[in-house]
């Protein structure tokens, strides 16, 4: 086995390197094995992050009994749901390559021979996988696990989401401000990802789906106690992975991607995968269409469903058997022969993981439904694509037609609603949303949730250049491209102009004729740039359409 960071510890060119680590505590036996980077996004900022520390001790106890030397590092992560409906949104989108950018530049500095990535939320866990992929190093992501779910609250259990939906029965006046403060206390028990098939909980069942964690793992609760048990598994299986020189892009491969993908539509994932499977596949060196999406999810089963489809959350998903379990319901349609952490195919792990056909996972044969949870639709209102997640949207809401109310920003959407401006029928849209003219693309969670709790979100429709939250339901579409600062015909829409929806025929229209278009195209000039100082502004100049993943690029093809 020949380790990397051997050619800067040999002795006596590199004893000034032996020195600096000598300063900390390591000894010459710690530096004669392999030394494995631990990329650690603990912090008390981010309550999927609150434990990782706890983890990382797990971690690092398993990679000293494999026989490796672990060095820790950290890395910045933030909160999706702290950061919502405010300024800060537009900033979390472009933490993921941040994340990605920093891991590449501390591993490689350092040159650690394997790397344990530890995230849980939306953005970190997608940027640690495009590191990971970039480097094409050992590697194995552990997250911290999600938490559990609140009291019951309208025939679910409560989670962070609740308290917006709260925020609309308040003003209805079906609750008083002391019920909502109670909310506040009891829906959110512990620390852990949020309690529903979000972005992150849907980004850590991806990388199980990959084949970059351990079997099983991905949603064991962040109070449990097999969630150390598995840290300390992950930080053996890491030096396993370095002795046997099976690397990152081994296992993120077009056919591990896909079977992200029927995973993701199997279990009704959040639309951002549409945003992240993209980027991790371009920093594997991986060709990937967005319609893969649409192509897979039509032949794929929805095989389990949780809250924001269903009332069950994802502790009961973990209980009901997990990945492994939808997994190998769907195995007639995966690659099973893709390698993944363990040293084996995901093939192998999944083998006899049955589901047990209760409320949440159901059998292939017998499905929630016979295609899967994500679709992506075109038309002259999204000519390069839009993303739908049909598994959060009521069936007699697939087909939608309404005049469009016009916003310029997410913020002057949200007054709207709630001056009681939006009215049954109309098709709300929001644009200058997109990775350039957000910029950062920002969610446009708080105007679904304003709609749902007073009672519209199954009356109206809502199209944008953003993005949703993983946690969304009701009539949404995102993602639209090209965006408006790009010029897309989003740019074009006027109040009053019919808009057309059409899931099961993957259309979405604007039902004006092509010579009024040619007309408001020439008119058309972009509005000035909302930033133009700092990494926004930076980010904003270098991202790419959300088609394409909404990356930045960093090789010269």
Not at 250 to 257: E, R, V
Not at 322 to 329: H, I, K, L, R, S
């Amino acid at each position: 086995m020949k380790l990397r960071s051997q050619k800067i510890l040999e002795r006596p060119e590199w004893s000034i390197n032996r020195a600096y680590y000598k300063s900390m505590g390591y000894t010459d036996s710690d530096l004669e094995k392999p030394l494995i980077g631990i990329a650690n996004a603990w912090s008390t900022a981010v309550p999927g992050h609150y434990n990782l520390r706890q983890v990382s001790a797990a971690v690092r106890e398993g990679i000293r009994a494999a026989g490796g030397t672990p060095v820790e590092f950290g890395v910045i992560g933030a909160c999706d749901g702290i950061a919502e409906g405010h300024a800060g949104m537009r900033y979390i989108l472009p933490t993921r390559d941040i994340i990605a950018h920093s891991i590449e530049l501390m591993v490689q500095a350092h040159q650690y021979d394997g790397l344990v990535l530890l995230g849980s939320c939306d953005k970190i866990v997608p940027g640690m996988l495009m590191a990971a992929a970039r480097l094409d190093l050992p590697a194995i992501l552990v997250n911290g696990g999600p938490m559990m779910g609140g009291p019951q609250i309208q025939g679910r259990k409560a989670d962070t989401t609740s308290i917006l939906e709260g925020v609309g029965m308040l003003k209805k006046g079906q609750i008083s401000q002391e019920e909502l403060v109670r909310m506040e206390d009891a829906c959110a028990p512990t620390c852990g990802s949020c309690s529903f098939l979000g972005t992150a909980n849907t980004m850590c069942c991806i990388a199980e789906a990959i084949g970059m964690s351990l079997t099983g793992s991905a949603m064991i609760p962040a109070a449990h106690t097999g969630r150390l048990h598995v840290a300390q598994d992950s930080g053996r299986a890491v030096v396993d992975l370095v002795r046997t020189g099976i690397t990152a892009r081994q296992i993120i491969t077009g056919a591990s991607l896909e079977n992200a993908v029927r995973l993701t539509s199997a279990i009704g994932g959040s639309t951002n995968a549409a945003l992240h499977i993209p980027a991790i596949a371009y920093e594997a060196g991986v060709v990937f269409d967005i319609k893969m999406f649409d192509d897979i999810s039509r032949s794929t089963p929805l095989v389990a469903k949780m809250n924001p489809a269903a009332a069950c959350n994802v502790i009961d998903f973990f209980e009901s058997g997990g990945v492994p379990v939808v997994m190998n319901e769907i195995v007639s349609l995966l690659h099973k022969e893709a390698m993944t952490v363990t040293g084996r195919t995901i093939g192998e792990n999944i083998r006899g993981h049955v589901s047990p056909n209760n409320e949440v996972i159901k059998t292939f044969e017998k499905p929630f439904s016979s295609s899967g949870g994500l679709a992506v639709l075109h038309g002259n209102l999204a000519p390069d694509s839009a993303v739908v997640k049909p598994a959060a949207i009521r069936s007699d809401m697939f087909t939608f037609s309404g005049p469009a109310r016009v916003f310029e920003s997410e913020s002057e959407a949200n007054a709207a609603i709630m001056e009681d401006a939006v009215r049954p029928g109309d098709v709300v849209v929001i644009r200058y949303e997109g990775p350039k003219g957000g910029p950062g693309m920002p969610e446009m969670f708080k105007a679904m949730k304003l709609l749902h709790g007073l009672g519209l979100s199954d009356k109206v429709a809502l199209v944008t250049d953003g993005r949703f939250s993983g946690t969304n339901n009701g009539c949404f579409i995102g993602h639209i491209s090209p965006e408006a600062m790009e010029g897309g015909p989003i740019a074009l829409v006027r109040d009053g102009d019919v808009i057309a929806i059409d899931i099961p025929g993957k259309r979405l229209d604007l039902k004006v004729a092509e010579e009024e278009l040619d007309r408001r195209r020439i008119q058309w000039k972009p509005p000035e740039p909302r930033v133009t100082e700092g990494y926004l502004y930076l980010y904003s100049r270098l991202a790419e359409s959300a088609d394409k993943g909404a990356i930045i690029r960093t090789r010269a093809d």
